[in-house]
């Protein structure tokens, strides 16, 4: 079946800009979470939801950043007003177990460049 | 939260066994012990998890030490296909362990 879809996979933008990243996580998965991945370190976690309620956003760095899952399904990341260091991986992970404990299946990730 | 300690790198042979070790010595008693792998240019996958006991499963087995202070991960015959990276990770099960905290982790590098 089908993994869980990032897009773009690909975004390069300008200081300033505010730009949306978008995750479809597996069929039938309850829990979705958000990660940053720096070149050459393991992913950071960010935020989490267990269906559309957001139940853990301790590692938004600060708030340009922000995420919605309104049906439960698919997340929107946003960051607002960009800058050099917000430049990463980020890659959301989706399981089928609710409470967050199950296996985490991640998705292909995007690629932000900020210029 | 509990950390967990695992070398930089290391290196094997293609269809030889592969011993990834792993320290946690703060490891609390609802501690789960989680593997995820990265390979290159790809999303972290899951490879094996554990309690006490010694697990198996397709892609590796995983030894847990009598006192949870270690473990070590086992791929049976390394092949050029398990160069990636791996990492150790410690889930609570008492609360909303979700947050995978990935450290590091090991770069094995599998050479023909």
């Known amino acids: 079946g089908a993994g869980v879809s990032q897009s773009p996979r690909y975004k390069v933008t300008k200081r300033g800009q505010d730009v949306a990243l978008r995750c479809d996580p597996i069929?039938?998965?309850?829990?979705l979470y958000w990660y940053r991945q720096a070149l050459g370190q393991g992913p950071e976690f960010l935020t989490y939801f267990n269906y559309e309620a957001q139940q853990d956003k301790s590692g938004l760095p600060n708030d340009r950043f922000s995420a919605e899952r309104p049906e439960g399904s698919i997340s929107t990341l946003t960051i607002q007003r960009t800058e050099q260091r917000d430049s990463a991986m980020y890659r959301c992970?989706?399981?089928?177990?609710?409470?967050?404990?199950?296996?985490?299946?991640f998705g292909p990730g995007t690629r932000l460049t900020v210029l | 939260d509990a950390k967990t300690t695992q070398p930089n790198s290391m290196e094997s042979n293609e269809e030889e066994p592969v011993h990834l070790p792993c320290n946690h010595s703060?490891?609390?008693?609802?501690?789960?012990i989680h593997w995820y792998r990265q390979l290159p240019s790809q999303g972290p996958e899951y490879v094996i998890h554990?309690?006490?006991s010694n697990v198996n499963n397709r892609m590796a087995s995983l030894a847990i030490a009598e006192d949870r202070k270690s473990s070590t991960l086992i791929l049976h015959r390394a092949t050029l296909r398990d160069a990636a990276v791996y990492y150790c990770i410690l889930r609570d099960s008492s609360n909303s362990g979700y947050a995978l905290n990935f450290g590091k982790g090991t770069s094995l590098l599998v050479t023909p």
């Open positions: 703060t490891i609390s008693g609802t501690d789960y």
């Open positions: 069929s039938g998965h309850v829990s």
């Open positions: 992970a989706s399981s089928l177990a609710t409470g967050g404990f199950g296996e985490q299946f």
């Open positions: 554990g309690l006490t």
